[in-house]
Each structure stands twice: as structure tokens, then as C-alpha cells.
């Protein structure tokens, strides 16, 4: 980021000297006394000035070290670095919200900004433009928006990873020309016309692993024969490289057979799984939503920076299988449906945030073993009673 953003931010500041020696989110989250999406906030706009160690702690870069030197040297001189000294509004992991004017007033006369992430429907009532545009900060990783026509320039000149915006009178055929509006404002350099066009749609060779790496955009993958249709801005914007596909910004539309794993890298967007069968999943979310409907044999191994994790995972009968989820600074919410013998056996680590799993039970059809760790965030695993495979 910006250096000036970074010492001109009274949290900020704080973080970057506390960063001396390096800490972990929740002793972070203690030690500032702030709430955790507010935390998760600031270290994203400290990216490049702050990073995490072998550890996993926060810890200075160079760029950072010298950022805390400027703001020692000016503190020194006793001149104020303060432009904003409220925190934002930050709205995060939401299914439905509703923004309204007299909302935004409140927080314009508190002189406080408005954030929405990782949610996933947002509705803006009518409101004055010119007042949204001074209140909302940003909306980023959102899957649909719905605005009146007034304020779409706004919403898109804020945006970042939002996949639908739908205005009163949008239909379904006018989507992917409000869709193109958000892609340019995520990438102003690229010139695009009011559609996104089909960059690819045909056949995939058929592998027994499956890599997706996704940076913005969406992706749904559900069983058929293997097969892609890609939606675009630029050709270049898609990668198909034997058993791994990689999307910059684009909409996907993959069926697959049922896999021996599946890989899922994504950095902000969304990812949808639904109705394959796999022995093995690995999932990492910076940033971003999956919801899956899916089922795995061997192991489930779920990492998630900041973004959010949802949906059903059936475990199929085994010797032995493993759900590893870990969350820092971000959601996992896991509905498990799991054969009526199977055993399970259930840990977690907890450092700053909740863990809800089911309770351990002993059954003479194999074991599933979860574990969960949380640093700074929410995991809660439930099991669908009532359910067998």
C-alpha cells in the first residue's frame, strides 16, 4: 500500500509499532482492542508493509520497518499524522443486508466509512449518489448487488470481485453487460466491450485431478462430461494447462467427472462445487467465497485466509478420513453428512476466535477425524441428522 495511507491511520500506526516484535492476530486483536473484521481490514490495506513469518505471525517488512521509522521520526517532532481517526463500518460475512441513506448519514455526521466483504447479497435502497459515493469505502468479494440505475456508477467505481449487480429494471439478459462495468473497474486498464465474450467452450481432457486457481470472477463445477465454457474479457485472462485452469476475472461454467482430488486456489470471487465425488479436496481461500455440495472419501483440507467456506460435505465410508479446516481471520460453516456407524474424533486450537464440532462418537464403519484451528475467525461444523450414505 501506499505509505502515506499507512502513517496517516492512527490504527495502523499502532499496528505497525507493535509489530516490533512479531505477533499472532489474536494477540494482535488483544492487544488494540478493536473488533476482528476491523483487524483483518487494516492488515490487508498494510499489505507489503507487514507480512507473516514461518510462524505464522505478523512481523515488519523492509518497506515496513522503514514506514515505522518515518512515523518514530515525525511523532519526534510532535506533528500530528492523523486524517481519519474512526474506524470504518465493516460489514463481513453477511447472506443479506440492506444499506439505506439514513444509515450512511449517521456515519458521514461520525465521519466513519462504510466496507462491505465477503458477503453475499447487498442491497442499496434509493439513496443520493453523491452521499454514497463519500460514505462507502469499498464492496469487495460480494455475489450480487442490487442497486437502483442511479447508483451503479458509484458501486462500480468501489468494487472489487463483486460477480451480479442487478438494478430495477436489469434482466437476466442484461447481466453480463453490468458484469463487464464491475470487471473494468477491478481492471481499468483493459478496455472491454459492454459483454464479456466467449473466450472457450468445449471439451477438457479428463484427468483424475482437477486444479482451479481463480483471482476475481466465478466458477461453478458440477458432474458431466468434462467440459469448459469460459466468459471473458480477454483470451489472456483464461490458462488451460493440462489439469489446471487458471481465471483471471472470468465466469466458468466447468462439468467434470468425479475426481481422484480436486484443487481449489482462489483470491477473491466465488466458487461453487456441487453433486462430484473425490477422494481428496484442498481448498485455500485469500479472500473469497466456495460453497460446496460434494462428496470425499479420504480427506477434506481447507485453508481460509479471510473469505469464507460453506455449504455440505458427505463423507463416504473409509478406514480412516480427515476434515482439516483452518481458519484465520475469516468463516468456515460445514454442514457434515456422515454414515450412521462411522466414528468420529473431534480437536480443535483455538487462539482468538469460536470452533463449534460435533461431538465424538464410536461407530464400527471407519473413523472421521476433524480438526479445526482458528486464529482470529469463526469454524462451526454441524452434522445433518438423520443422514446416511
Not at 140 to 153: A, F, H, I, Q
Not at 157 to 163: A, D, P, T, Y
Not at 240 to 255: P, Q, V
Not at 317 to 339: F, N
Request: glycine share 8%.
Amino acid at each position: 500500500m501506499d505509505m502515506f495511507d499507512a502513517i496517516s491511520n492512527e490504527v495502523r500506526r499502532k499496528i505497525l509499532k507493535s509489530l516490533q516484535v512479531p505477533k499472532s492476530f489474536s494477540e494482535l486483536l488483544e492487544e488494540l482492542d478493536i473488533e476482528s473484521p476491523a483487524l483483518a481490514f487494516h492488515l490487508k490495506k498494510l499489505d507489503g508493509l507487514i507480512s507473516k513469518n514461518n510462524e505464522g505471525k505478523y512481523t515488519l517488512t523492509e518497506e515496513g520497518k522503514k514506514a515505522l521509522s518515518i512515523i518514530n521520526m515525525i511523532e519526534s517532532q510532535h506533528i500530528s499524522l492523523s486524517n481519519q481517526t474512526e474506524i470504518p463500518m465493516i460489514i463481513q460475512y453477511v447472506d443479506n443486508f440492506i444499506v439505506t441513506e439514513n444509515m450512511l448519514r449517521k456515519l458521514k455526521e461520525k465521519g466513519r466509512k462504510l466496507i462491505i466483504r465477503d458477503s453475499n447479497t447487498v442491497e442499496f435502497q434509493a439513496i443520493d449518489p453523491n452521499l454514497l459515493n463519500d460514505v462507502l469505502e469499498n464492496i469487495e468479494n460480494v455475489s450480487t448487488v442490487k442497486c437502483p440505475d442511479e447508483l451503479v456508477n458509484v458501486i462500480s467505481s468501489k468494487s472489487k470481485n463483486v460477480i451480479t449487480i442487478r438494478t430495477a429494471g436489469s434482466s437476466e439478459e442484461d447481466k453480463e453487460g453490468f458484469l463487464s462495468r464491475f470487471l473494468s473497474a477491478i481492471f481499468p486498464s483493459i478496455r472491454i466491450n459492454n459483454r464479456l465474450r466467449i473466450v472457450y467452450d468445449g471439451p477438457l481432457q479428463t484427468s483424475n485431478d482437477l486444479s482451479i486457481e481463480l483471482d476475481g470472477g466465478v466458477v461453478t463445477i458440477f458432474k458431466g462430461e468434462p467440459h469448459l465454457l469460459a466468459k471473458c474479457v480477454d483470451m489472456g485472462d483464461l490458462d488451460i494447462n493440462n489439469n489446471t485452469i487458471r481465471a483471471d476475472g472470468c465466469y466458468l461454467k466447468i462439468s467434470y467427472p468425479d475426481l481422484n482430488s480436486l484443487k481449489i486456489n482462489i483470491n477473491g470471487g466465488k466458487v461453487s462445487v456441487s453433486e462430484i465425488k473425490m477422494n481428496n479436496l484442498y481448498v485455500e481461500i485469500d479472500g473469497g467465497i466456495v460453497d460446496l455440495n460434494i462428496a470425499v472419501q479420504n480427506e477434506a483440507n481447507i485453508s481460509v485466509d479471510g473469505g469464507k467456506i460453506s455449504g455440505q460435505i458427505s463423507f463416504l465410508p473409509y478406514k480412516e478420513s480427515k476434515l482439516l479446516l483452518s481458519v484465520d481471520g475469516g468463516i468456515g460453516d460445514v454442514t457434515l453428512s456422515l454414515p450412521d456407524d462411522i466414528s468420529v474424533i473431534s480437536s480443535s486450537s483455538i487462539n482468538g476466535g469460536f470452533v463449534d464440532l460435533p461431538k465424538g462418537r464410536i461407530g464400527k464403519n471407519g473413523v472421521l477425524y476433524i480438526n479445526a484451528s482458528v486464529d482470529g475467525g469463526v469454524i462451526k461444523v454441524k452434522e445433518n441428522k438423520g443422514h446416511t450414505n
